[in-house]
C-alpha cells in the first residue's frame, strides 16, 4: 500500500543553519507530495506541493524536489529562523484522490 | 474569505460515551474530509464527504460515522467511546474530491477518560 516515511526527530538547530528533512514514499503510480507545517496549538498549514517528478515545490524559503527515481521529497531551507519551530509533516496522495497520507512528523527546533 | 472552522476547541468525555464533532468548511469548498492524529503520530484519514454522500473511508470502525449538510459543513460522531479515541480530530475541506490541495482546520481535541 501507500505509505510515507519520514526521518525521526527532533531536529535542532541554530538560526541561520541550513535544513534538510528527509522523506521517502512508497506509492502506485504516479502521486501527489506534500509537506505540511503544525505549530504549536494549531491544525495543519500547506506548506509546498509538487504533482509530478521534477517538479520543485516552494514557499518562504522553503523547497522540496519530487525524484521519482529515489521516490523521495525532502525539505530543505537555507537558513532557518526561530519562527520555523515546528512539526514538519510530508504526505502523499494517491493520483485522482486527495486521501492524504501522512509520514509521522519531524519537529524541528531553532534555537537563537 | 473564511478558512476551516470547529467546534469545539476541546473536549473531555469518558469512556462509553458518544461525543459530536463539528466543521464548516472554506467557502466554495463542497468536499470535507475528516483525520485522526493522535499524540506524536501523523493524521489517519477517516471519511470524506462529498455532496451530502460519503466519498471514501479509511480503517476506522463503524462507531465513526458522520454527516455533511447542504452548506457543506460537516459532523463527526464517534459512539461508545473508547481510550485510545483521545486524539486531536482534523477537518478539511477542498473544493472538490479530485482536487489535491486540502485545508485544515485547527482541529478538536477529544480527551476519553
Known amino acids: 500500500g501507500n505509505s510515507v516515511t519520514q526521518m525521526e526527530g527532533p531536529v535542532t538547530l541554530s538560526e541561520e543553519a541550513f535544513l534538510t528533512i528527509n522523506c521517502t514514499y512508497t506509492?502506485?503510480?504516479?502521486?501527489?507530495l506534500f509537506w505540511y507545517v503544525q505549530y504549536p496549538g494549531e491544525g495543519l498549514q500547506l506548506l509546498l506541493k509538487a504533482t509530478k517528478a521534477d517538479d520543485k515545490g516552494s514557499n518562504k524559503g522553503f523547497e522540496a524536489t519530487y525524484r521519482k527515481e529515489t521516490t523521495s521529497f525532502h525539505l530543505e531551507k537555507g537558513s532557518v529562523q526561530v519562527s520555523d519551530s515546528a512539526v514538519y509533516f510530508c504526505?502523499?496522495?494517491?493520483?485522482?484522490?486527495?486521501?492524504?497520507?501522512f509520514g509521522t512528523g519531524t519537529r524541528l527546533q531553532v534555537f537563537p | 474569505e473564511t478558512g476551516v472552522t470547529q467546534s469545539p476547541t476541546h473536549l473531555i468525555k469518558t469512556r462509553g460515551q458518544q461525543v459530536t464533532l463539528r466543521c464548516s468548511s472554506q467557502?466554495?469548498?463542497?468536499?470535507v474530509s475528516w483525520y485522526q492524529q493522535a499524540l506524536g503520530q501523523g493524521p489517519q484519514f477517516i471519511f470524506q464527504?462529498?455532496?451530502?454522500?460519503?466519498?471514501g473511508r479509511g480503517n476506522f470502525p463503524p462507531r465513526f460515522s458522520g454527516l455533511q449538510f447542504p452548506n457543506y459543513s460537516s459532523e463527526l460522531n464517534v459512539n461508545a467511546l473508547e481510550l485510545d479515541d483521545s486524539a486531536l480530530y482534523l477537518c478539511a475541506s477542498s473544493l472538490s474530491p479530485d482536487q489535491e490541495t486540502q485545508y485544515f482546520g485547527p482541529g478538536t481535541r477529544l480527551l476519553v477518560l
Open positions: 504526505a502523499l496522495s494517491a493520483y485522482n484522490t486527495d486521501k492524504l497520507i
Open positions: 464527504y462529498y455532496r451530502e454522500e460519503e466519498n
Open positions: 467557502s466554495g469548498h463542497n468536499t
Open positions: 506509492a502506485t503510480g504516479y502521486p501527489s
